[in-house]
């Protein structure tokens, strides 16, 4: 269920063309430099690819451009959480912005979801 060959392209292109947004998060959470945890970009979970997974604690984070304004691309986000949630996997959403503008704010918030929480 976990990167299957048959999304390995794809997960490939993903990591070769991150937003810049996924750039600077992955910036903070390679390395094990969140709580010691190991995070893996652009991670397939079934069909899906999220944007970085810990496979320890279960857990998605997923950046989320202005593409998912769309209704269409909504609807598919909300079928895709709701596949990953059924598998025991928590999702946390952080906006490009919130990543541009706030990105000191976003470990705590992480580390809130890892009960790790200052």
Known sequence: MHNHPSVKRNRKALRANMTPAEKRMWIV??????????FRRQHSIGRYIVDFFCMEERLAIEIDGSIHDD???AAYDVERQQFLEA???????????QIRDSLD???DAIKECLGQGE
Request: glycine residues 8%.
């Open 29 to 38: 959470l390679r390395r094990r430099q969140l709580c010691g945890k190991k």
């Open 71 to 73: 209704p269409l691309r």
């Open 87 to 97: 598998h025991g996997i928590r999702v946390v959403r952080f906006s490009n912005e």
């Open 105 to 107: 704010e976003v470990p």
